[in-house]
């Protein structure tokens, strides 16, 4: 089974251009979840698509950042424009569904620096 | 506010000890507990977790204690071995209430000196 793939890697960029990541989630896997991870901090959940709709966006900056899952599948995270402070990784995961004590499935990040 | 705390940044043990990782939380709504290993340049990778209606859950090295009166939960590895060394999340969530979503303590780096 394929894991939680993300792209690009590694990303730097000047302060107030834009950037975009892409997740794709495990096969079958309903619920997606984009989180910020800032160094010496645990991942902090931004965004929560179940299928194609939003669960959750409570924390994610709305003025800079917006994220979609058009097809219930893949999913884009924006950000425009970067801020320094911006500067984390950016952890895709995914879930059979929400609730119910499912597992979380990690991709292995996008490391965004700012400068 | 941080509602999922772990206090220690680090811990250094010997190959063959017991390695015991802490985590408070504050959120009396929590019922489902997670623990997560990451390794450096990797994503979280799920380790063992605990429902809030049990004290004790053990996966082989890994055993999860759960002290709902304290908010308090621990990680015991035994015996730790060198492939352990890694930074290890606590997580909580109130999947009785919301959607699933994990609050991440900021990690403990553990070191198992060969």
New interface residues.
Partial sequence: EAGVAQSPRYKIIEKRQSVAFWCNPISGHATLYWYQQILGQGPKLLIQFQNNGVVDDSQLPKDRFSAERLKGVDSTLKIQPAKLEDSAVYLCASSWTSGNYNEQFFGPGTRLTVL | DQQ?K?NSPSLSVQEGRISILNCDYTNSMFD?F?W?KKYP??????LI?I?SIKDKNEDGRFTVFLNKSAKHLSLHIVPSQPGDSAVY?C?ASN?GG?????I????TKLSVKP
Avoid: C, D, I, R
Wanted: charge should be neutral.
């Fill in positions: 999922v772990q489902y997670l997560y340049a990797e994503g979280p990778t799920f977790s429902s999340f997580a999947y919301s959607q699933g979503n994990l991440f303590g900021k990690g």
